[in-house]
């Protein structure tokens, strides 16, 4: 990985420079539904400084808009544009997480509980969607590891499960059969407390729009995108490996794992090469590296699997 990371590497030095320069007039450009729930947690984050951190991508992020508008968040929509166009109407203020299961200290936490002493980086990271798409996103948020170290994991726990908010007066996609609602997701203990593992709170230096998951959202770089679950509102530690949405609704093309694997194509489509959002309807498709490019970092968590019975 040499020449990868950049230890002092924030978003503003990846971006063109009129563009961090002028982020307000950026933000009040997309439009207001884009950001509505812009709020979020109750401090801004301009009040909880991020540092830089080594595990950034040098790559170039992509546009604020292309990141706000181009979304997969099925509880609003199935359409790439639906989750901006509907997301607006939840109300993240006063939102808690539940967590539960086999923990020291169980129990319901505010998003400033949440925030309380905990170290805020700039994770510029690349996203890899199982639909052969990609991004760089520039996230704000914090190891995972940090949040269940204030809960105490119990010596029993072997797994992470995740479950998303459900608002059917505000989410008009989950009255449609897609998946079984709400939307769950689990990772096993180790990719949980591996240090790219993160819960996201900004996005370009301001709170988390509602269509990418607003207030706190998982983000897990090395894996397909539908493994980093939005609008966390429980986190249960458990010994057994916890149910996922994709992986119920069709076992046989959506793994547990969901490791990005140019290896290992889709039934339906090779994942050997993918999309990068922005590039041009005509652009030549790049090619898709193990791991999404992390595989330094967490090859090791699977060692001795066999990584295509195990997807």
């Not at 020449?3 to 009129?18: A, E, I, M, Y």
């Not at 997480?97 to 505010?110: K, Q």
């Amino acid at each position: 990985m040499a020449g990868r990371w950049k230890n002092d590497l924030k978003w503003s030095d990846v971006t063109p420079k009129p563009l961090w320069q002028n982020r307000r007039q950026i933000l009040t450009g997309v439009g207001a539904a884009a950001f509505a729930g812009l709020a979020g947690p109750g401090r801004a984050l301009a009040e909880l400084a991020a540092s830089p951190s080594a595990f950034s991508t040098d790559a170039a992020p992509n546009t604020l808009e292309e990141i706000t508008t181009y979304n997969n968040y099925y509880e609003f929509g199935t359409g790439k544009d639906d989750p901006s166009r509907n997301a607006g109407k939840m109300d993240t203020d006063g939102w808690e997480v539940r967590i539960d299961g086999l923990v020291d200290r169980p129990g319901t936490w505010t998003m400033d509980d949440i925030l309380k002493d905990t170290a805020l980086e700039d994770r510029i990271y690349r996203l890899r969607c199982v639909e052969a798409w990609s991004m760089i996103v520039p996230w704000v948020g914090f190891e995972l590891s940090d949040l269940l170290a204030k809960v105490g994991v119990q010596s029993g726990a072997k797994y992470v499960a995740f479950e998303t908010a459900l608002l059917p007066d505000v989410m008009p996609g989950v009255h449609a059969r897609v998946l079984d609602w709400p939307y769950v997701e689990g990772l096993r203990l180790d990719e949980a407390m591996n240090p790219l593992t993160i819960l996201a709170v900004g996005l370009y230096d301001q709170p988390i729009p509602n269509q990418n998951g607003a207030p706190i959202r998982l983000v897990v770089p090395w894996k397909y995108g539908f493994k980093s679950i939005k609008s966390i509102v429980r986190i249960t530690l458990t010994a057994d490996q916890p149910p996922t949405s994709w992986n119920q609704a069709a076992a046989n093309e959506y793994g547990f794992y969901a490791n990005v694997n140019p290896e290992v194509s889709h039934p339906r489509w090779s994942q050997a090469t993918e999309r990068r959002i922005g590039s041009g309807l005509f652009a030549k498709r790049q090619p898709t590296e193990m791991f999404n490019g992390y595989g330094a970092e967490v090859a090791g968590l699977y060692s001795g699997m066999d990584l295509a019975r195990n997807f």
